[in-house]
């Protein structure tokens, strides 16, 4: 099944979406993003509500998560998108209803992820507990063996 898409009605389209008769990457990511978070276009009405579900499915990386970086992410991000308002994906009809499914499937999504991530950094900690426990029973056997020799 071919994605089908319309950058035509994007205002400097042949700026905004193509570099050297290539399509330019943003472009490209917008219209997968599109589809993928159940919006047919992006409006003045909508672009707001498609920028939060941008921003809610591609959070900004934690190992870069230094506020200063993480606003400008952003700020790109929505700069990005205003830029493509007029930008339209054919999505059936079907996926453009299911935004309270959109919504539960992203948070659990993101539950999942946050709970790998808190089980992840539990056993980053235990393991970290253990060895320094290893290392304590180790220094006093030691302080007990110059202490009796």
């Keep these: 099944m ?3 898409y319309d950058v035509s009605k994007i205002k400097n389209y042949k700026t905004v979406c193509y570099e050297d008769d290539d399509m330019c990457p943003n472009t490209e990511g917008l219209i997968f993003q599109l589809y993928l978070l159940r ?3 992006i409006t003045n009405a909508n672009w ?3 920028a939060t579900r941008f921003l809610i499915a591609n959070p900004f ?3 870069q998560s230094n506020f200063s970086t993480r606003k400008r992410y952003e700020d790109a991000v929505v700069r990005a998108i205003r830029k493509h308002i007029g930008l339209q994906v054919w999505v059936d009809k079907y996926r453009q209803r299911l935004k309270g499914k959109w919504s539960d499937t992203i ?3 993101l539950h999942d992820t946050v ?3 808190v089980s992840a950094i539990h056993e980053r900690q235990e393991h ?3 060895k320094k426990n290893a290392r304590n029973r180790k220094y006093r056997a030691n ?3 110059e202490t009796t020799a």
Excluded: G, P, Y
Aim: hydrophobic share 30%.
């Design 2 to 4: 071919a994605l089908r």
């Design 128 to 130: 970290s507990r253990l």
């Design 107 to 109: 948070i659990k999504e």
């Design 48 to 50: 707001k509500e498609f």
């Design 61 to 63: 990386t934690k190992k």
């Design 143 to 145: 302080k007990k063996q």
């Design 39 to 41: 919006m047919s276009e």
């Design 115 to 117: 709970f790998e991530d």
